[in-house]
């Protein structure tokens, strides 16, 4: 294991992690559960001392934040606890932004979340969604990328391209390496096939992970296998989402869409309903020409169970090599009812031994895999924290605690790398894990507030009333 002591000082120690996790342990995944507590919490709490002093300042609302709470720095890691954002912050902009595709407010909004100022940037000729997040690639240094929309608006996360290569290389080593393997063994398996169901290009988060496969897994173009060669869309996928969301609330008759985007209606209609039939002469290509290959695919899980149908309908099994790793870290999609030996099905079908679980967040660039004993550890670069679910109030870092999910990315360099999310989940955090690791660790069943409320969820901002509420209305002022 490298020795985390090799740098001079904790400041130095705790850079050397934030700037590149995967070279500060060797790229190795068993070293990175096998750090104890007591040293990773004084190197987290000297990243999180850091980002605070280097982003207060370029950060407009990290700043008004501060600023408010009187805050410029911290004694323990709780106490960054205030400053925490809510995951709704990057889509709290006015929805008429988007809807009449005020670009350019759209950059003064973003330029307030991340230390690059976008505003020189021109987008006066931007169109579309599509228009302005190529503009923003070609001109800028971050890679945006947008949520699904299901609620109707898209957020847009601005993380630079230094930011998601640095989480491409630690992926690297948490999606192809399990506890107690040797990173030699994983590294000369042999080269990987990635693949992606569905569009090359695109601005949505799990679109970007093809530049990652790409740079960090397979290693080109040629051995990443998509389905669709070309761009989905984002304005497709917001119309397709604004319509959605305006279904279940019962109010299509007040949904506002531009005309030129609803003449785009039937592309997006085309599109859905030729794709299943489209992903199945994909896979059945797939499994002839990769046929015994060493393959990567990471989906959601009825993805990954309805690609083992496929299989499992043209009597295919044990496909590809046994050194192949799936992964899955998604949910259950549009209700549908998994089997209980879904799992089984799926390991059947590729030819693997296991399916790797891990649990994450678009906003925070890390995902935390589940061992063998169905507990999520936390890789060393983010920071967990457990919440009063209606207060935000922090809960003790001892024994046993469940409550609202929030966290804390060091390795943002661009933006505040602090968010509270929707989620309630269980920390044990003193109980050694009976499979070795040494992090922290989270029970299985972590699940949406909202779910357990039925359907409402309002997060408690842990920063004072008053100062959340005039940073709100800073971050939305557009003069």
């Not at 030699?184 to 090359?200: D, K, L, Q, S, T």
């Not at 549009?334 to 590729?350: N, S, T």
């Amino acid at each position: 294991m490298p020795d985390i002591e090799a740098k001079s000082d904790p400041a130095s120690r705790a850079m050397a992690l934030c700037d590149d996790p995967a070279a500060f342990f060797g790229h190795d995944y068993t070293a990175m559960m096998s750090i104890e507590r007591e040293p990773l919490e004084a190197l987290q709490l000297e990243g999180i001392r850091h980002r605070l002093a280097t982003l207060r300042g370029k950060v407009a609302m990290l700043g008004k934040l501060a600023d408010n709470q009187g805050m410029d720095d911290i004694g323990d890691l709780n106490a960054v606890v205030p400053l925490l954002f809510e995951h709704t912050m990057y889509k709290s902009y006015p929805p008429s932004l988007l809807e009449n595709g005020r670009f350019r407010d759209i950059n003064l909004f973003l330029s307030k979340l991340t230390s690059i100022d976008l505003t020189g940037i021109d987008v006066s000729q931007c169109r579309s969604i599509d228009d302005w997040m190529e503009t923003m690639d070609r001109e800028s240094p971050l890679m945006i990328m947008h949520s699904s929309g299901t609620s109707g608006t898209m957020s847009f996360l601005p993380v630079s391209k230094r930011e998601w290569d640095k989480f491409g290389r630690a992926l690297r080593v948490t999606f192809l390496q399990n506890f107690g393997d040797d990173p030699a063994a994983v590294e000369n398996g042999g080269e990987f096939h990635a693949i992606y169901p569905y569009f090359r290009h695109g601005g949505a988060g799990h679109v970007r992970m093809c530049e990652i496969y790409v740079n960090h897994i397979c290693g080109s173009e040629e051995r990443l296998h998509t389905a669709y060669p070309g761009r989905m869309s984002s304005d497709l996928l917001y119309m397709g989402a604004k319509i959605r969301a305006a279904q279940a609330k019962g109010q299509l008759d007040r949904l506002k869409i531009s005309p030129a985007l609803l003449a785009r209606k039937a592309e997006l209609e085309e599109i859905q309903a030729a794709m299943p039939e489209h992903l199945m002469a994909f896979f059945t290509e797939l499994a002839e020409t990769l046929k015994g290959k060493r393959i990567f695919f990471w989906g959601a899980q009825n993805l990954l169970y309805n690609v083992t149908k496929i299989g499992h309908e043209k009597g295919l099994k044990h496909v590809f090599s046994p050194a192949s790793v799936i992964g899955t870290g998604g949910d259950v999609k549009d209700g549908m009812v998994m089997p209980d030996d879904w799992k089984e099905q799926v390991c059947d079908f590729v030819g693997v031994d296991r399916i790797k679980m891990c649990y994450g967040m678009s906003e925070v660039l890390g995902l935390h895999n589940k061992c063998a004993n169905g507990h999520y550890h936390f890789v060393p670069w983010v920071v967990p924290f457990v919440l009063d679910p209606d207060t935000s109030e922090v809960l003790p870092r001892e024994g046993v605690t469940t409550g609202r999910a929030a966290f804390f990315d060091l390795g943002a360099e661009t933006r505040w790398g602090g968010f509270i999310t929707g989620d309630e989940y269980t920390i044990h955090w003193d109980e050694p894990c009976g499979c070795g690791a040494k992090t922290v660790w989270a029970e299985d069943g972590i699940q949406r507030l909202s779910v357990k409320r039925g359907g409402d969820d309002k997060i408690s901002c842990a920063a004072t009333e008053g100062a959340h509420k005039d940073a709100m209305s800073f971050l939305n002022s557009f003069e």
